[in-house]
């Protein structure tokens, strides 16, 4: 028997109501703040990653699902950000008036060990502000995140923030860590020993204690932003007090991806455990349009881990189940009948399903009650012959007999 790859899951029904409830929320509160959809392929060249994330970064040197092709080498994206700006790039979007507001929703591929809300085919439901410097986007680009959660509904979240700086700002930082990390190198963890080396940065989000020890006494904070960065960031601390979101400024926040610069930020939740505890995160990444070949300009946006909002779903409640009409046949001439009303039904737009599998009408009804159907029609002999249905309603513990023709608007004027 074949089994799903470690890290995958099949999504069954009974679940799949709440990703829909997830995505339909999603889709309302985008249109809301002006995004529109986009959908770019799952696979795109590997190349394209390697040179947005960084060579250095862990998804690169360890997590891409590679396909080789005769010379081709592709990846599964593992990440929206960098497809979206292929696309806005390769399709003249920067030619659109004003800047860009796209959102997007699907499958991202990173082959990490497996574990709860840790998974290699995952979910993102993402968005970018393409075209704008500006702090106003980092302040709308937030607060969006902040509708979609306050919209699920999802509660007790914590909101981290910090500013990397520009680029220059980054390599200060980085030079910074270098030297005050640099006697200390003995008593990292094995990854952070390896990241010394590579990617610095993150030393500073390590989980390991003792590393996080060290990190707490190195007493950076914001000496490394430039006055422009420091203003920027003051701008977006302001326009989140304006909207009374609550956040929490951490100078250990740097995120995992070599694009972003200044604002970053990261949504926790404590129903997620101490390891993957980011329901989403996102920031600034203003160098990463002109890195693969488009005009200079800046660019901002977030993801939230779909499997992640479920595991914070206890607060997600699924909106009533549409009402489902089951038809039951006693015989073959009422068959098709049932067939024709059946199909009149759900022409109709009225969910509805027969009993394909003759049986008795004790058998049919306890199906309806599975399947929870709000109004029952039985067609035998002698409905057969007067042109009427019995219509039981299921909840009330009532029957009629009403004329066929009247069935649909009778059905559809309840309440
Ligand atoms: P990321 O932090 O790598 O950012 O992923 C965003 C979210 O995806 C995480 O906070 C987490 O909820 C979820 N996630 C990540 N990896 C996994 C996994 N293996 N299993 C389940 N959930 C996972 C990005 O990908 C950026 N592209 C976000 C962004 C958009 N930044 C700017 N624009």
Redo the contacts with the bound molecule.
């Keep these: 028997m074949f089994k799903r790859i470690p890290?995958t899951k099949d999504i069954l029904p009974g679940e799949i109501e709440f990703w829909q409830k997830i995505a339909q929320t999603s889709r309302t509160i985008f249109k809301v703040h002006n995004y529109h959809e986009i959908c770019p392929p799952l696979i795109e060249e590997a190349a394209l990653f390697n040179r947005s994330l960084g060579e250095a970064t862990e998804?690169i040197r360890k997590q891409m699902f590679i396909i080789k092709k005769e010379q081709d080498t592709y990846a599964l994206r593992?990440?929206?950000?960098a497809s979206v700006v292929r696309a806005y790039i390769e399709n003249n979007l920067d030619k659109d008036p004003g800047f860009v507001k796209l959102y997007y929703m699907g499958s991202?591929f990173?082959c990490?060990r497996p574990q709860k809300?840790?998974?290699?085919e995952?979910h993102?439901i993402?968005?970018?502000a393409i075209g704008s410097y500006g702090p106003e986007i980092d302040i709308e680009i937030i607060a969006l995140a902040d509708n979609l959660l306050t919209a699920y509904p999802i509660k007790g979240y914590r909101l981290i923030i910090n500013s990397l700086g520009c680029a220059k700002d980054k390599n200060e930082l980085n030079s910074l860590l270098k030297e005050r990390l640099k006697d200390k190198t003995g008593e990292l963890c094995e990854d952070c020993k390896v990241r010394y080396g590579q990617n610095i940065l993150r030393v500073l989000d390590c989980k390991n204690e003792s590393c996080r020890e060290i990190v707490e006494q190195l007493d950076i904070a914001d000496s490394y932003l430039c006055p422009e960065c420091k203003g920027h960031f003051n701008k977006v601390k302001k326009g989140l007090d304006i909207l009374k979101i609550k956040y929490e400024v951490s100078p250990n926040l740097v995120?995992?991806?070599d694009y972003?610069t200044r604002t970053v930020f990261?949504?926790k939740h404590p129903d997620l455990g101490p390891q993957?505890d980011?329901?989403?995160?996102?920031?600034r990444?203003d160098n990463l349009v002109k890195e693969l070949g488009g005009p200079e300009t800046g660019a901002?946006?977030?993801?939230?881990?779909v499997?992640?909002l479920l595991l914070a779903q206890g607060q997600i409640q699924l909106d009533k189940l549409e009402d489902l009409v089951y038809i039951i046949t006693l015989g073959d001439p009422a068959r098709d009948k049932g067939l024709e009303l059946l199909q009149g039904l759900r022409k109709a737009g009225i969910p509805s399903d027969t009993d394909y599998e003759n049986r008795s009408l004790k058998g049919a009804m306890r199906k309806a009650n599975d399947l929870g159907a709000k109004f029952v029609l039985i067609i035998g002999e002698d409905e057969l012959k007067e042109a009427s249905v019995t219509l039981k309603d299921m909840a009330k513990s009532t029957q009629e007999k009403i004329s066929q023709a009247k069935l649909i608007d009778r059905i559809k004027s309840s309440p």
């Excluded at 593992?78 to 950000?81: K, S």
């Excluded at 809300?117 to 290699?120: I, L």
């Excluded at 980011?278 to 920031?283: D, F, K, M, T």
């Design positions: 890290g998804i593992p990440e929206g950000t991202m990173r990490e809300g840790r998974q290699r995952f993102h993402g968005c970018e995120r995992g991806l972003y990261e949504i993957q980011a329901l989403g995160a996102g920031g990444y901002i946006g977030f993801a939230f881990g499997e992640r």
